[in-house]
Nanobody, 111 residues
């Protein structure tokens, strides 16, 4: 069982990034609720977005209107499209389901 997040990097404020989380060994994939979380240095982990098996999404207040979570059940992949990034979005981003956590991907937003 593994979750592998990728897509992080360095971006200027106002820019965009798309994160991916590929799941392996999680079956049936389509029924699982997945979440994106982030943790900035010195701060507690924060819930960014959740997505149900049917694609219903829920967002944290800090990212509403800027981030979009989606999933491809065929590819067993969860996505997080992040637009209009700001320096407060700098963090390690993790995907998770059912208590399983993947290795995070670092997003750094420069001013």
């Amino acid at each position: 069982v593994q979750l592998q997040a990728s897509g992080g990097g360095l971006v200027q404020a106002g820019g965009s990034l798309r994160l991916s989380c590929v799941a392996s060994g999680i079956t049936p994939f389509a029924i699982h609720v997945f979440g994106w979380y982030r943790q900035a240095p010195g701060k507690q982990r924060e819930e960014v977005a959740l997505i149900s098996g049917q694609g219903t999404a829920k967002y944290g207040n800090a990212v509403k209107g800027r981030f979009t979570v989606s999933r491809d059940n065929t590819e067993k992949t969860i996505y997080l499209q992040m637009n209009n990034l700001n320096v407060d979005d700098t963090a390690v981003y993790y995907c998770s389901t059912g208590g399983i956590w993947g290795r995070g991907t670092l997003v750094t937003v420069s001013s």
